[in-house]
């Protein structure tokens, strides 16, 4: 059984950092694309990051390019996303999902940005408020 464990949200000031945790058991990270999504409170879910499989290349919608960083540890089986430059308007539930449900002609990273492919294994959410 997949299981998908999140953690590292919080209440941080704009401007300010935080480091989320996907942290994966029953499957390993390497073998599908895993993303980070995010969802406020009255809007749709928007992808946010992704990092490819093996090849580990990361793709960031336009919102958060050049503030947030997608990374992997095999050791761990971990996928990261580092934000910084944090602002009012990143405030949402944050998940990570792997094991898309289907394979895409292109790569899935940008399949599942565009909200246009869907995933078997989801984390719980963190909760990541920016707020002075």
């Known amino acids: 059984q997949v299981q998908l464990v999140e953690s590292g949200g919080g209440l941080v000031q704009p401007g300010g950092s935080l480091r989320l945790s996907c942290a994966a058991s029953?499957?390993?990270?390497?073998?599908?694309?895993t993303v980070w999504f995010r969802q406020a409170p009255g809007k749709e879910r928007e992808g946010v990051s992704c990092?490819?499989?093996?090849?580990?290349?990361?793709y960031y919608a336009d919102s958060v390019k050049g503030r947030f960083t997608v990374s992997r540890d095999r050791a761990k089986n971990t996928v990261f996303l580092q934000m910084n430059n944090l602002k009012a308007e990143d405030t949402a539930v944050y998940y990570c999902?792997?094991?898309?449900?289907?394979?895409?002609?292109?790569?899935?990273?940008?399949?599942?940005?565009?909200?246009?492919?869907?995933?078997?294994?989801w984390g719980q959410g963190a909760q990541v408020t920016v707020s002075a």
């Open positions: 029953g499957f390993t990270l390497d073998y599908a694309a």
């Open positions: 990092i490819g499989r093996s090849d580990a290349t990361t």
């Open positions: 999902a792997t094991d898309p449900v289907t394979l895409p002609v292109g790569p899935p990273c940008r399949a599942a940005l565009a909200g246009t492919l869907e995933f078997d294994s």
